[in-house]
């Protein structure tokens, strides 16, 4: 019973990996065919689903380190591939080399934004993402795309405007910028009533116009990694915006590694659960 026990897998987790999995696959069969909205909505749908199998994973304590590799690949499928395939489609084809060359610069980054995440896990300071969330960038470009074809625009006559949004997001997942995680939020706190009422507006104007609304919020979110850099380092050198450093660059008032206690720095695998994962 144990042996056996120990050689599966747990379902539920997994179950909603494998959404977000598909919701990916999805939305590159989509754009293949030429429905870009649906397309765009299922990156937008495997998101929910990718911040959703950690935390059911952490709560029903049934993390793994196969969960957190399965978790890995679809990411890469659902935030990699499939916003790059996408943008393509709708936009980048026209552009010959230049536009495969745009969404590969955004698949590669992905790839090395997964990488360089996973071999960091445990160390890196969780108040903060080194370099801009692979979500996050495949929001970005396919709330682009989302908004392109709410307002009627052919993705091929912006195909340069296309092909540097996608770049761009892909270039900014492999830099050393830093976005707040936003995991030093306190969700089991309680809140003033009033801040329910804000979240349902929200709600509310995400609803009226979602594909504006979402592309505004994300695209917000990428600039605020290279508008803090600016802002708060003194004197920003090149490691403040690119190189091959394992620690995130160093701000102002924040806590480093260094400072960090050992029995915090030094996880096990069993601490690195699939949620550490969820912002890849």
């Known amino acids: 019973m144990t042996e ?43 998101m929910i689903f990718d911040g959703l199998d950690g935390r059911v994973a952490r709560i029903t304590n049934t993390q793994s380190d196969f969960g957190a590799e399965y978790d890995s690949m679809a990411d890469m499928v659902s935030f990699g591939m499939a916003p790059a395939l996408v943008a393509y489609n709708w936009g980048l084809s026209d552009l010959g080399k230049i536009g495969w060359f745009a969404a590969f610069i955004y698949v590669a980054g992905a790839a090395l934004r997964l990488a360089r995440f996973n071999t960091q896990v445990g160390i890196a300071d969780k108040r903060y993402f080194q370099g801009l969330a692979s979500p996050a960038a495949a929001a970005v470009v396919s709330g682009f795309v989302w908004l392109g074809v709410e307002y009627d ?4 006559s912006i195909g340069i405007i296309v092909a540097l949004i996608t770049g761009l997001s892909g270039l900014l997942m492999v830099s050393n910028f830093k976005y707040n995680s936003f995991k030093e939020v306190n969700w089991h706190g309680k809140v003033p009533f009033v801040a329910l009422l804000l979240i349902l507006l929200v709600f ?24 803090n850099t600016f802002r708060t380092v003194e004197k920003v050198t090149l490691n403040d ?33 699939e949620s550490d994962k969820k912002t890849l």
């Open 153 to 156: 625009i052919d993705g091929n």
């Open 241 to 273: 915006v690119v190189g091959d450093q394992l620690e995130d660059a160093e701000f102002p008032n924040s806590e480093t590694n260094a400072n960090t206690p050992n029995e915090d720095k030094t996880d096990n695998v069993e601490q690195a659960t």
């Open 204 to 227: 509310i104007v995400v609803a009226t116009e979602p594909a504006l609304v979402l592309f505004i919020v994300f695209a917000l979110y990428a600039m605020a990694g290279p508008i």
């Open 4 to 46: 056996s026990k120990r050689k599966g897998i747990y379902l539920l987790p997994n179950l909603l990996t494998t959404a977000g999995l598909f919701s990916g696959f999805f939305a590159v069969v989509s754009s293949m065919n030429g429905k870009f909205e649906a397309a765009a909505v299922a990156v937008f749908v495997a």
